[in-house]
């Protein structure tokens, strides 16, 4: 499925930002008013706007949204107005605050970062620290080869490699007692994305059944989460997360802030016609059913409805 186009409207910051600081001024908030601009403008947008309300009200918009609002609606109002980057690098720390770690926050950060961005994150003081220091065993092995930030971002992929990849992680795995981990790591957290998809495919066609089959009969746990998300196209995954953030008992509110703060509308909108190819209920149905009130708006809002 080929990515929508970002269509947003021609914004004037100035009135944007006095209907925005007239809609939280005196008693009671107009939510409505809120959620109809800042879901409706990109980030670029967004970052103007602030700027606007900061010269003219002297006011920092972002306190002046945490002050009005509350619960997850605040969450998503605020994190909209960050950069991509810094939502990452927020959601990396948050993995690793407190007591335990949330391997999964980890893969949703790290599995698709570019080299670039990767090596960002890399240099941000202590971070890869607290990230590593805080794991074990081949989940750390495979989270620290992700830091390297030197994954093979050639576009061209060589057919020769690709079949002498397909015969060593069968090697290290389905012909052998046991699984060499090591292989697997060393494989798949140092090719772009677009060479494992790849290498999934040649897999199946040389095996007659996929990596991810061999993958998920082979490995558990965190290890086994992050090398199938190194194996799917990004968007997909993140169709596939949205689903088990709302699929059975409880929904998790944190992740859905995370995605629905971190994509644009036309992003999240393809996300939104995977899931609807890949899952029996369709995403904003499957939203209406599990969330409420203002924060339910707003994603509705997100996805254009």
Do not use: C
């Not at 802030?257 to 190819?277: A, M, R, T």
């Amino acid at each position: 499925m080929a990515l929508p186009p970002l269509n947003f409207p021609n914004v004037h910051p100035d009135e944007d930002a006095k209907n925005l600081r007239d809609a939280m001024k005196g008693v009671g908030t107009d939510e409505k008013t809120l959620i109809k601009i800042i879901f409706n403008r990109s980030r670029q947008q967004l970052a103007v706007i602030s700027q606007a309300f900061s010269a003219k009200y002297h006011k920092d918009l972002k306190k002046e949204l945490k002050s009005e609002t509350s619960g997850w609606f605040k969450k998503l109002l605020v994190y909209r107005f960050k950069t991509p980057y810094e939502l990452k690098k927020r959601h990396l720390l948050k993995a690793v605050k407190g007591v335990g770690t949330n391997e999964r926050i980890l893969i949703d950060a790290l599995a698709f970062t570019p080299n670039a961005e990767m090596a960002a994150l890399k240099n941000e003081k202590g971070l890869t620290h607290k990230v590593l220091n805080d794991l074990s065993g081949h989940f750390k092995d495979a989270i620290n080869d992700l830091f390297g930030a030197d994954r093979s971002e050639n576009p061209q992929i060589n057919p020769v490699e690709l079949d002498i990849d397909v015969k060593t992680l069968y090697a290290a795995g389905e012909r052998k007692v046991g699984t060499d981990e090591k292989t697997f790591i060393k494989i798949l957290t140092n090719k772009a994305p677009w060479y494992d998809q790849a290498l999934n495919v040649a897999y199946k066609k040389e095996r007659g059944h996929s990596l991810e089959k061999a993958i998920e009969k082979e490995f558990s746990g965190s290890l086994r989460d992050l090398l199938l998300a190194l194996l799917q196209p990004p968007y997909e995954y993140w169709a596939d997360r949205v689903f088990a953030d709302l699929h059975g008992a409880g929904t998790n509110d944190k992740e859905l802030v995370y995605i629905f703060s971190y994509f644009e509308k036309n992003e999240l909108k393809l996300i939104e016609q995977i899931f609807n190819s890949r899952h029996p209920k369709h995403m904003k149905d499957m939203l209406k059913a599990d969330l409420s009130g203002h924060y339910e708006k707003a994603i509705l809002e997100l996805l254009g409805y």
